[in-house]
């Protein structure tokens, strides 16, 4: 079944603790990003990815990083969580020249 | 960067009747522009989608409309079931790309399907 993949689901953490939110497609796809949706706010970009090795900012990059040493993983790392990252996370990807995006199932972050 | 504008926030509608939800993008040069449902505790689902060079894009009983002139466009739900109950997005590509480089999203609507 084509599908992006995100791991955990859910996730309590500390302030400070560093922590790393997996996602994987098995599409094949070039394009892949990852988005933080808060109430009233709806969904924000924070990292987006053309193809491995080449990452890009999005409108909310502060506190995150990514990596994209492989088409199919694109990790996005906290590497010192504070509570206003407490969001829903969700990782997407697209194959280049389709431009339909599918998105994982999310990750509910608690920053405490 | 894009600036993507969504109302109303949220649509209660009789089942049966047609719903109507509008966007206003700021980028001339986006050319792409999605529509997501998402149902509770799910991912965003890709619903329709329309590119600058169509003006209306149907299937069965969703349509999408794009004025380019006047940077907007809308989600046109026919015949609504309760089953159509969700939170829907609309969104625009990040310049002239196609949503290579991601796509800039509205605050959503909450359509609500009044048995």
């Known amino acids: 079944e084509a599908q992006v993949t995100q791991n955990p689901r859910y996730l309590i953490t500390v302030t400070g603790k560093k922590l790393t939110v997996t996602c994987s497609q098995n599409?094949?796809?070039?394009?892949m990003s990852w988005y933080r949706q808060d109430p009233g706010l709806g969904l924000r970009q924070i990292y987006y990815s053309m193809n491995v090795e080449v990452t890009d900012k999005g409108d909310v990059p502060e506190g995150y990083k990514v990596s994209r040493k492989e088409k199919r993983n694109f990790p996005l790392i906290l590497e010192s969580p504070s509570p206003n990252q407490t969001s829903l996370y969700f990782c997407?990807?697209?194959?280049?020249?389709?431009?339909?995006?599918?998105f994982g199932s999310g990750t509910r972050l608690t920053v405490v | 960067g894009e600036n993507v504008e969504q109302h109303p926030s949220t649509l209660s509608v009789q089942e049966g009747d047609s719903a109507v939800i509008k966007c206003t993008y700021s980028?001339?040069?986006?050319?792409?522009f999605p529509w997501y449902k998402q149902e509770l505790g799910k991912g965003p689902q890709l619903i329709i989608d329309?590119?600058?060079?169509?003006g209306e894009k149907k299937d069965q009983r969703i349509a999408v409309t794009l004025n380019k002139t006047a940077k907007h466009f809308s989600l046109h739900i026919t015949e609504t079931q309760p089953e159509d109950s969700a939170v829907y997005f609309c969104?625009?590509?990040?310049?002239?790309?196609?949503?290579?480089?991601?796509?800039?999203f509205g605050k959503g609507t909450h359509l609500i399907i009044q048995p």
């Open positions: 997407a990807s697209s194959g280049k020249g389709y431009y339909g995006y599918t």
């Open positions: 980028d001339s040069a986006s050319n792409y």
């Open positions: 329309i590119r600058s060079n169509v």
């Open positions: 599409m094949n796809h070039e394009y």
């Open positions: 969104a625009a590509s990040r310049g002239s790309g196609g949503g290579a480089d991601g796509l800039t």
